[in-house]
């Protein structure tokens, strides 16, 4: 599994200038099978995404981000091998 830290670089006025374009970025890359999930952090300093996708490709996934592309987040991915899950999220499991 692959998680994502978002951390925000800039006011909180530009997040919002880019976040429909972000929002449309995780639309499709939650289509495309590259994010299971994604949220907000609280206090509203970034987000998180979960994969289970390929490192490279998730990795040049988040390249086209907006967040990315414009500045907006810093990006760091952290992989974790998953060896216990509660009933129904076994798919988590690597």
Do not use: C, Q
Not at 32 to 38: E, I, M, P, S, T
Not at 79 to 88: H, P
């Amino acid at each position: 599994m692959l998680i994502v830290s978002l951390t925000y670089r800039v006011p909180m006025d530009v997040v919002e200038a880019h976040l429909e374009a972000h929002r449309s970025w995780l639309r499709d890359a939650v289509d495309r099978g590259l994010v299971v999930a994604a949220g907000r952090k609280n206090p509203r300093t970034g987000g998180i995404l979960l994969s289970l996708a390929e490192r490279g490709a998730l990795e040049a996934a988040i390249a086209e981000d907006p967040f990315s592309v414009h500045g907006v987040a810093d990006f760091e991915v952290t992989e974790a091998d998953m060896t216990t899950a509660a009933a129904g999220f076994e798919a988590l499991l690597t």
